[in-house]
């Protein structure tokens, strides 16, 4: 009876002393982020910095294309073409005497295309063959390339379109496409890039916070002192979580206000949904950093390996700017262990069409399975390097 | 002296090379990341997933499908019977786009009118989407072309003969791959040298250096040589996928190449040191190296390109060496550009190497703590 009571009692006792112990080692971890102005600025000017940087420099919206224009014998035909160019945001227009200048200047890159009409393109237009307008595109940047050649081709079908009106004709276009862009209509690339960044920006912070700190007391030889106490590794890793959990979060709270009230990016899912998917998300982006360190125990290691594992292939393997269904399958099968991915999914959806649970439940299962796995192989790792 | 310096330049070698940690860190992401990347990182749309809805059913409009399922840029996943089942579809992100026939399609057609098509894309990945709008387009202009001689009389009275000079099929790879020589480049040479000093200094041996006969300038050479070394092995190796595994042609003179690569790292090698002898501690340092990685790679023109940027944001990439190597690397290896085209781009180099050189110096002796 005695002996059965004082199980209870140290049971109990154990229980008190793990909250106590839990108590010191969050609070030592909040002192040392307040003396250490480190984190605090990873976790608060660093995605400040970030979000402006990515928001403002980073832009797929090409306009005031340059383009060299060549006219050899201008007439009113070629004027009505070339007025297009000149009347269009998407050009910045030069008229240039004759072709060789304008592939010396497409050389030195001062334009980005030459738009070449020869001396018998007014003799062809009235012939019945028709005549051959020329474009040549700096094809060095193939996006930007494609996209300089649809804006061409907008404005050569509208001056079609305008002369057979002109001469009474019927508009001869046997199929006209009529799109409708959901969720974006004006395709304002903001919208999609800061939502993504925001993906990138906490993946880089999550990972970069605990890497760092975890990796730093092992270097300098503390993760041992701590090791000798009664500290089980669940408080560990729990008194280790939890506070950057927080500052994380603090971050993330301010990259969506940033999104909201500076870059204009309508938030049409719910705030509670962005809170709870941040929140799956950060778990996984710490328990990444966490077992990050755990593996390198060397701050100059995990340093590195958090920018090379994190922020590159967020960057380039999300599906933030590059289209995941156009990579081949070994990529594709690659991007799956990318936390950011889901949760680029995730943001995208929920600021710019709404709370779409076909999308965001299986995301979110997928960020729960990474937390899980990173943080369970720390766990086991640590507790092997215990013993 | 240049025996003191190469006893520098060994220590460096071996404290970077000898823990097996640091020393995988060095060779095998840059390996990875240049072959992921590469395949990864392109604007062109393959197998594009999308849903027909289609209520004519006549031949032409068949035949306007087909020549949907026929581009190898997409691919149909499913028919739709009825209007409801299109945003469920695009929703859940099974399709991107929705090919919408309409019931008169096909008689406005064989009737001289226009036909029209309704095309419903998912613009959540906008950029995405605008592409795909341009392969649409393509499409459709090239069944209009099609069309047009069989059963509509007269021809446009004028055509678009659309070239593009260096990269005439406008592959993504092309552009992006060489970029990635930059961008490894980059990013191996400033994380090995902004740590080199940072980390003597919090390990306190960075003042027993300074106690040594070894002069500042002494230092200065000694640490940024393996810099130096690792940036020309990672970049060769670099190029050498390049040409060889993805095909990218290269156009100009290597040595130009080299020469870029040569200023480029004097930048890099420069910058590296200027923040690690700013820095007291490894974390420091190691945050420093990244607040430079990050703006560097975004304002570069590497993925998307700096016309695009607000004109504030233009003038602050003068200040960023990837932003001319760039220009160097993708000239040399897709536009044969000659060297003195190239001078614009290697003199800002150069200044910026010697800047930071000079104030990496500097700073060893001032900083001391």
């Given at each position: 009876?005695?002996?059965?009571n004082?199980?209870?009692?140290?049971?109990?006792?154990?229980?008190?002393?793990?909250?106590?112990?839990?108590?010191?080692?969050?609070r030592?971890?909040?002192?040392?982020?307040?003396?250490?102005?480190s984190?605090?600025a990873i976790?608060?000017?660093?995605?400040?910095?970030?979000?402006?940087?990515?928001?403002?420099?980073?832009?797929?919206?090409?306009e005031?294309?340059?383009?060299?224009?060549v006219?050899e014998?201008?007439?009113?035909?070629?004027?009505n073409?070339?007025?297009g160019?000149y009347?269009?945001?998407?050009?910045?227009?030069?008229?240039?005497?004759d072709?060789?200048?304008?592939?010396?200047?497409l050389?030195n890159?001062s334009?980005?295309?030459?738009?070449y009409?020869?001396?018998?393109v007014?003799?062809?237009?009235?012939?019945?063959?028709?005549a051959?307008i020329?474009?040549?595109i700096?094809g060095?940047?193939?996006n930007?390339?494609?996209?300089i050649?649809g804006?061409?081709q907008?404005?050569?079908?509208k001056?079609?379109?305008?002369r057979a009106?002109?001469?009474?004709?019927?508009?001869?276009?046997?199929?006209?496409?009529?799109?409708?862009?959901?969720?974006?209509?004006?395709?304002?690339?903001?919208n999609?890039?800061?939502?993504?960044?925001?993906?990138?920006?906490?993946?880089?912070i999550?990972?970069?916070?605990?890497?760092l700190?975890v990796?730093?007391?092992?270097?300098?030889?503390?993760?041992?002192?701590?090791?000798v106490?009664p500290?089980?590794?669940?408080?560990?890793?729990?008194?280790?979580?939890?506070?950057y959990f927080?500052?994380?979060i603090?971050?993330?709270?301010?990259?969506v206000?940033?999104?909201?009230w500076?870059?204009?990016?309508?938030?049409?899912?719910?705030?509670?949904?962005?809170?709870?998917?941040?929140s799956l998300?950060?778990?996984?982006?710490?328990?990444?950093?966490?077992?990050?360190?755990?593996?390198?125990?060397?701050?100059?290691?995990a340093?590195?390996?958090?920018?090379?594992?994190?922020?590159?292939?967020a960057?380039i393997?999300?599906?933030?700017?590059?289209?995941?269904g156009s990579?081949?399958?070994?990529?594709?099968m690659?991007?799956h262990?990318?936390?950011a991915?889901?949760?680029?999914?995730i943001?995208?959806?929920?600021?710019l069409?709404?709370?779409?649970?076909?999308?965001?439940?299986?995301?979110?299962?997928?960020?729960?399975v990474?937390?899980?796995?990173?943080?369970?192989?720390?766990?086991?790792?640590s507790?092997?390097?215990?013993? | 002296?240049?025996?003191?310096?190469?006893?520098l330049?060994?220590?460096?070698?071996?404290?970077l090379?000898?823990?097996?940690?640091s020393?995988?860190?060095?060779?095998?992401?840059?390996?990875?990341?240049?072959?992921?990347?590469?395949?990864?990182?392109?604007?062109d749309?393959?197998?594009?997933p999308?849903?027909?809805?289609?209520?004519d059913k006549d031949?032409?409009?068949?035949?306007?499908?087909?020549?949907?399922q026929?581009?190898?840029?997409?691919?149909?996943?499913?028919?739709?019977?009825?209007?409801?089942?299109?945003?469920?579809?695009?929703?859940?992100?099974?399709?991107?786009m929705?090919?919408?026939?309409?019931?008169?399609?096909?008689?406005?057609?064989?009737?001289?009118?226009?036909?029209?098509?309704?095309?419903?894309?998912d613009g959540?990945?906008?950029?995405?989407?605008s592409?795909?709008?341009?392969?649409?387009?393509?499409?459709i202009?090239?069944?209009?072309?099609?069309?047009?001689?069989?059963?509509i009389?007269?021809v446009p009275?004028?055509?678009?003969?659309i070239?593009?000079?260096?990269?005439p099929?406008?592959?993504?790879?092309?552009f992006?791959?060489?970029?990635?020589?930059?961008?490894l480049?980059?990013?191996?040479?400033?994380?090995?040298?902004?740590?080199?000093?940072?980390?003597?200094?919090?390990?306190?041996?960075?003042?027993?250096?300074?106690?040594?006969?070894?002069?500042?300038?002494?230092?200065l050479?000694?640490?940024?040589?393996?810099?130096f070394?690792?940036?020309?092995a990672?970049?060769?190796?670099?190029?050498?996928?390049?040409?060889y595994?993805?095909?990218v042609?290269?156009?100009?003179?290597?040595?130009?190449?080299?020469?870029g690569?040569?200023?480029?790292?004097?930048?890099?090698?420069?910058?590296?040191l200027?923040?690690?002898?700013?820095?007291?501690?490894?974390q420091?340092?190691l945050?420093?190296?990244?607040?430079?990685?990050?703006?560097?790679?975004i304002?570069?023109?590497?993925?998307?390109?700096?016309?695009?940027m607000?004109q504030?944001?233009?003038?602050?990439?003068f200040?960023?060496?990837?932003?001319?190597f760039?220009?160097i690397?993708?000239?040399?290896?897709?536009?044969?550009?000659?060297?003195?085209?190239?001078?614009?781009?290697?003199?800002?180099?150069a200044?910026?190497?010697?800047v930071n050189l000079a104030?990496?110096?500097w700073l060893f002796?001032?900083r001391?703590?």
């Amino acid at each position: 009876m005695r002996a059965n009571n004082m199980v209870i009692q140290s049971k109990s006792a154990q229980h008190g002393s793990s909250i106590l112990r839990m108590r010191g080692l969050i609070r030592k971890e909040f002192l040392q982020i307040l003396r250490d102005p480190s984190s605090i600025a990873i976790a608060f000017l660093m995605p400040v910095f970030l979000l402006l940087l990515f928001g403002y420099g980073v832009s797929l919206d090409a306009e005031h294309v340059p383009v060299a224009v060549v006219v050899e014998d201008p007439s009113l035909d070629t004027a009505n073409f070339t007025s297009g160019f000149y009347g269009s945001r998407y050009f910045n227009p030069v008229t240039v005497r004759d072709i060789g200048t304008a592939e010396q200047e497409l050389r030195n890159h001062s334009v980005d295309a030459i738009i070449y009409l020869r001396s018998d393109v007014a003799r062809q237009l009235r012939s019945p063959e028709g005549a051959h307008i020329q474009v040549i595109i700096n094809g060095v940047d193939a996006n930007n390339g494609r996209i300089i050649s649809g804006y061409v081709q907008g404005i050569w079908s509208k001056w079609l379109g305008n002369r057979a009106l002109a001469r009474g004709e019927k508009i001869n276009l046997p199929v006209k496409v009529e799109q409708r862009v959901w969720f974006n209509r004006e395709l304002r690339s903001k919208n999609f890039l800061v939502p993504g960044l925001i993906a990138i920006i906490m993946t880089l912070i999550g990972a970069l916070l605990t890497a760092l700190v975890v990796a730093r007391e092992w270097e300098r030889g503390t993760m041992e002192a701590i090791m000798v106490t009664p500290v089980t590794i669940r408080e560990l890793l729990l008194g280790k979580i939890l506070p950057y959990f927080i500052l994380g979060i603090g971050g993330m709270g301010l990259t969506v206000a940033m999104a909201v009230w500076l870059f204009d990016v309508p938030i049409r899912g719910s705030l509670w949904l962005v809170f709870v998917t941040s929140s799956l998300f950060m778990f996984a982006a710490l328990g990444m950093g966490l077992f990050i360190s755990s593996v390198t125990k060397n701050q100059f290691v995990a340093g590195q390996v958090a920018i090379i594992a994190t922020f590159l292939p967020a960057f380039i393997l999300s599906g933030f700017i590059f289209d995941i269904g156009s990579m081949p399958w070994m990529i594709q099968m690659l991007t799956h262990v990318i936390a950011a991915r889901y949760f680029v999914a995730i943001l995208q959806t929920l600021f710019l069409a709404g709370n779409i649970w076909s999308v965001v439940i299986p995301n979110c299962l997928a960020l729960i399975v990474m937390g899980v796995f990173f943080i369970g192989l720390t766990w086991k790792r640590s507790v092997k390097r215990l013993g | 002296m240049w025996n003191r310096i190469y006893a520098l330049i060994i220590k460096e070698f071996l404290a970077l090379l000898k823990d097996s940690k640091s020393r995988v860190v060095v060779i095998v992401p840059p390996v990875l990341q240049l072959i992921v990347f590469g395949y990864a990182a392109t604007y062109d749309l393959t197998n594009i997933p999308f849903a027909v809805y289609n209520e004519d059913k006549d031949i032409p409009s068949l035949e306007l499908v087909s020549s949907f399922q026929g581009s190898p840029n997409f691919e149909e996943v499913a028919y739709l019977t009825h209007e409801e089942q299109i945003a469920p579809l695009i929703n859940s992100r099974k399709v991107l786009m929705v090919l919408h026939i309409n019931r008169q399609f096909s008689r406005d057609l064989t009737e001289g009118r226009s036909g029209s098509v309704q095309v419903i894309v998912d613009g959540r990945d906008s950029n995405t989407a605008s592409i795909l709008l341009t392969y649409v387009n393509s499409i459709i202009a090239q069944f209009n072309a099609g069309w047009k001689p069989e059963h509509i009389n007269g021809v446009p009275s004028a055509r678009l003969d659309i070239r593009a000079w260096y990269n005439p099929n406008l592959v993504s790879r092309w552009f992006i791959v060489p970029g990635i020589v930059a961008l490894l480049t980059l990013v191996v040479t400033t994380l090995v040298t902004a740590l080199s000093v940072a980390r003597e200094r919090e390990q306190g041996t960075f003042d027993q250096l300074l106690v040594t006969p070894l002069r500042p300038a002494e230092i200065l050479l000694g640490k940024s040589v393996p810099g130096f070394i690792i940036g020309f092995a990672e970049a060769t190796f670099t190029i050498l996928v390049t040409v060889y595994w993805f095909q990218v042609p290269l156009q100009g003179n290597i040595l130009t190449l080299y020469f870029g690569l040569f200023m480029f790292l004097l930048s890099t090698v420069g910058l590296g040191l200027m923040i690690s002898s700013l820095a007291v501690t490894q974390q420091q340092g190691l945050l420093g190296a990244f607040l430079f990685l990050v703006p560097a790679v975004i304002l570069s023109g590497f993925a998307t390109p700096i016309a695009n940027m607000p004109q504030w944001t233009q003038t602050i990439t003068f200040l960023n060496p990837m932003r001319y190597f760039i220009i160097i690397v993708r000239g040399v290896f897709l536009e044969n550009t000659p060297f003195h085209l190239l001078i614009n781009q290697f003199w800002p180099l150069a200044t910026i190497g010697a800047v930071n050189l000079a104030l990496a110096g500097w700073l060893f002796r001032r900083r001391m703590y």
